[in-house]
């Protein structure tokens, strides 16, 4: 099958079951759950206070920063995910090879960007955690959720760079066939190489008749 970065020429039915069962696609989903429990565990469980406070502060030794961190950049992967999972479904349609690599490198850079960021708020979150003070949480509320966090962001970092690895793949894989030249556009979507209304068939003319029967034509031979 004549394919392009992965995928075949534009214009084919979506099949969800094929799509699902994708390896990059498995990944995006569970680097997506992955998020949901980072933002969720620290915006629920993750700010605690001790008994005689009112205010209350980032479990991870009272670093606003720390709190900031996880969820906003779990926020942000999750709609990371949710537009690269949207582009997925999309990209068989892109009838551009030039569009499709763009495409395929902008998720290569992006899961790259999003493996690095995990990596970083891993090691951020395990530090501060392994320096809070037990005082500042006496009752040892949000323990399980501070953990989840940096369990989760470690996973994390693996998913995405999976992504990228898979990304990277296809993009060596490229267009497989002469036919998907960079410069290649499917006919179907190219209103350029469709017929302009005004164009008619000429059919017969004398001129054609003329040169049949000169000297381009047979002739026949005396015996």
């Known amino acids: 099958m004549e394919q392009a970065y992965g995928a075949g020429k534009a214009g084919g039915t979506f099949d969800p079951i094929t799509f699902f069962q994708q390896p990059q696609t498995i990944l995006r989903i569970v680097s997506w759950i ?10 629920n469980e993750g700010y605690v206070n001790r008994p005689n406070e009112v205010e209350e502060f980032c479990i991870f030794n009272r670093n606003q920063n720390a709190c ?7 926020s942000l992967a ?15 349609q892109i009838s551009s090879v030039k569009d499709r690599k763009k495409a395929v490198i902008a998720d290569i850079g992006v899961s790259a960007f999003w493996s690095f960021v995990w990596f970083v708020g891993f090691c951020f979150l395990a530090n501060q955690w392994q320096v809070a003070k037990p005082d500042d949480n006496p009752l040892k ?43 290649y556009t499917d006919p179907s979507q190219d209103p350029a ?8 068939y000429t059919g017969y003319n004398e001129d054609m008749e003329a040169n049949y029967e000169g000297s381009g034509g047979y002739q026949n031979q005396d015996y």
Not at 68 to 74: Q, T
Not at 145 to 163: L, Y
Not at 164 to 176: H, N, R, T, V
């Open 78 to 92: 999750f709609l990371c995910c949710a537009a690269f999972m949207a582009l997925d479904i999309y990209f068989p």
């Open 193 to 200: 190489g469709a017929p302009t209304a005004g164009t008619e």
């Open 141 to 183: 509320e949000g323990g399980d959720a501070a953990r989840a966090a940096i369990t989760f962001a470690f996973f994390s970092i693996f998913t995405w760079a999976g992504q990228a690895f898979l990304g990277f793949q296809k993009y060596k894989l490229g267009a497989s066939s002469s036919l998907f030249s960079q410069d």
């Open 34 to 43: 992955f998020s949901i429990v980072i933002f969720g565990c620290i915006a």
């Open 68 to 74: 900031n961190y996880a969820v906003g950049m779990g």
